[in-house]
């Protein structure tokens, strides 16, 4: 993994020269477009300033153009570029040095304006930092309207994805929770389009799971709206391939009743291809190998949320959702493959294999919960069932053919056979209670039983023939 540096200073007023507290200090980098495949800004951490005008900004790519915007209310934007101090050859302790970026006292000027009407709104930053989490603010973002949730963690900092949509956090996989409980639901069968926000929980408490392992958990929260009256939404998407996507959500809020619904279905559709050349230089003779592949995967899944809020008082919500999920994949795939096996038969061998994969699956979750809250702002307790069950079926045929390169013709034939599924079943009773004790610290207490039930069927199938 490349090295990540911090970046810190302090933001003072440019002509008192007193700090400025609460200013909103961006780091902005660039990232890959998955859609245009093109460069383009997006923040790489955050924060605002404390209360003598510090801040610091950790886990920064030491690569790449930076910059730094800083703003404040009622003072000019600031913004200036930002590099790390790396030179080439230089030993190791100094580079380690380089890796900590001192922007110093960083002075910010009064915007002088007079103004007329003002209107104040306010809206979530894109990050936010919590006692223990980061929360990503990801409702707004148009990069990944249309896709997956996968789509949406490759523009989260302290979040790797790889080529085949897999995510790490901390070099580990994390466990996938939805709204603050577990989920048999993957990242490629939530939506983008239903995400409100994501969070970062390096260290869980036993609130969560206390065998959150070394990665630590990943918290997809679901959008809900809350607002009084009628509203709701329309989308449609197609992408470069012609897969269609549409969807729409709409909420009722009459006095003591929030009613949601949302729903969504998308196509997919993706090419790779790929070229592996490989010298085996332990065989005797030695061997060279040389393979062609082309992938072509179709998928399609729909998702559906519905539930309720009853507001039963000021201070106590009993809350009934549900979701459904339904999809299913076949990718196809063309493998040509030459072996040269350095005249141990006299001439090159030469292979083609053909993959056909079918495979769909379906989830069902349902919770029932009940809050209350106590005069002091935070203190709340919590009691909730969460129960999510999910089915899948995998099925593969992958044909391998001998072919004489002589006279094109078949030789041998090796089949094989694979089918596979399997069920989940999850069931979580919880209840909290929380009571906040400082801006720093809080005291947390609950009790939490878990059940699962899973199984699996797997039937493999050989076949090996000479034509």
């Known amino acids: 993994m490349p090295p990540a540096g911090r970046i810190y200073g302090k933001v003072v007023d440019a002509l008192s020269g007193k700090p400025v507290e609460f200013a909103s200090v961006q780091l902005l980098g660039s990232q890959m477009d998955t859609v245009t495949r093109k460069p383009v800004e997006a923040i790489i951490g955050g924060m605002l300033t404390r209360s003598n005008g510090d801040f610091s900004i950790e886990n920064v790519p030491v690569f790449g153009p930076l910059q730094i915007k800083i703003s404040g209310i009622g003072y000019k934007e600031y913004v200036a570029p ?31 304006k007079v103004l007329g009407n003002v209107t104040v709104t306010a809206e979530r930053p894109t990050m936010q930092l919590a006692i223990d989490r980061k929360v990503f603010n990801v409702d707004k973002n148009i990069v990944s309207a249309g ?46 389009d239903a995400i409100q926000s994501v969070e970062l929980i390096t260290n869980p408490s036993a609130k969560f799971d206390a065998s959150g392992g070394t990665a630590g958990i990943l918290n997809i929260v679901l959008k809900k709206e809350k607002k009084v009256g009628y ?77 309720l809020d009853y507001f039963i008082s000021n ?32 001439h090159p061998a030469y292979y083609e294999r053909e ?4 495979g ?41 053919d001998t072919i004489d390169l002589s006279n094109s013709n078949i030789i041998g034939r090796y089949s094989q056979l694979q089918r596979i599924s399997g069920s989940n079943e999850n069931l979580v009773i919880q209840t909290d209670f929380v009571n906040p004790l400082t801006d720093n610290s809080k005291f947390e207490a609950g009790l939490r039983a878990q059940l699962r039930n899973n199984s699996s069927n797997s039937a493999f199938y050989e076949e090996k023939g000479v034509l």
């Open 147 to 192: 896709g997956t949730a996968i789509d949406v963690m490759r523009n989260i900092p302290s979040l790797n994805v790889d080529i085949d949509g897999n995510v790490t956090m901390r070099n580990n996989a994390p466990q996938i929770f939805v709204d603050g409980r577990p989920s048999n639901l993957t990242l490629e069968q939530i939506p983008s």
């Open 82 to 112: 930002v590099s790390f101090d790396i030179k080439a050859g230089a030993d190791m302790t100094t580079m380690m040095n380089a890796l900590d970026k001192d922007l110093g006292n960083i002075k910010i000027e009064i915007e002088e």
């Open 231 to 307: 509203n709701g939404s329309l989308r449609a998407n197609i992408d470069s391939r012609a897969r269609v996507g549409f969807g729409g959500d709409i909420n009722l809020r009459q006095e003591k009743v929030n009613f949601f619904v949302s729903g969504m279905y998308n196509q997919r559709k993706s090419i790779s291809n790929g070229r592996t050349t490989r010298t085996n230089l332990f065989d005797d003779p030695e061997t060279e190998l040389f393979q062609r592949d082309r992938s072509v995967m179709l998928g399609n899944f729909g998702f559906g949320r519905a539930g």
């Open 315 to 346: 201070r106590n919500t009993l809350s009934i959702a549900a979701n459904f999920a339904r999809g299913s994949f076949s990718p196809n795939s063309n493998s040509n493959i030459w072996v040269d096996t350095m005249g141990s038969i006299g």
């Open 355 to 358: 993959s056909d994969v079918k």
């Open 360 to 400: 769909n699956f379906r989830n069902l979750g349902s919770t029932i919960s009940f809050k209350h809250l106590f005069p002091k702002a935070g203190m709340e307790w919590t009691a909730d069932a969460t129960y999510n069950k999910s089915n899948n079926k995998n099925n593969s045929d992958i044909v391998t």
